[in-house]
Nanobody, 124 residues
């Protein structure tokens, strides 16, 4: 069973940066999986942010974060990162990482394993 643990959230001002990490642990590590970042703001539905495949590093982004956020992975550390630059107040949310078999998808329903989330707050 794979476990995911996010870290790196915090309180920053608009225009600043944060890097989130998602460490994968457990007895099973499947190279043919994709990792996604999602976020959920109070009173809103969970929103897709970005995804990456472990094997090839193929990435995908939501339009709202393209050019500002970068997803990457370190296979040896079994860690996925989300570098967030030029943060805006509307980026405030709990950020979750999640895992699924196969290609990246933007639907949260496709992901089977989730972390506990890390809070990101961007003040104006």
């Amino acid at each position: 069973q794979v476990q995911l643990v996010e870290s790196g959230g915090g309180l920053v001002q608009a225009g600043e940066s944060l890097r989130l990490s998602c460490v994968t642990s457990g007895r099973t590590f499947i190279i043919d999986t994709a990792m996604g970042w999602f976020r959920q703001a109070p009173g809103k539905e969970r929103e897709y942010v970005a995804a990456i495949t472990w094997r090839s590093g193929t990435t995908d982004y939501a339009d709202s974060v393209k050019g500002r956020f970068t997803i990457s992975r370190d296979i040896w550390k079994k860690t996925v990162y989300l570098q967030m630059n030029s943060l805006k107040p509307e980026d405030t949310a709990v950020y979750y990482c999640a895992s699924k078999f196969g290609a990246p998808r933007s639907s949260s329903d496709d992901y089977t394993v989730w972390g506990q989330g890390t809070q990101v707050t961007v003040s104006s």
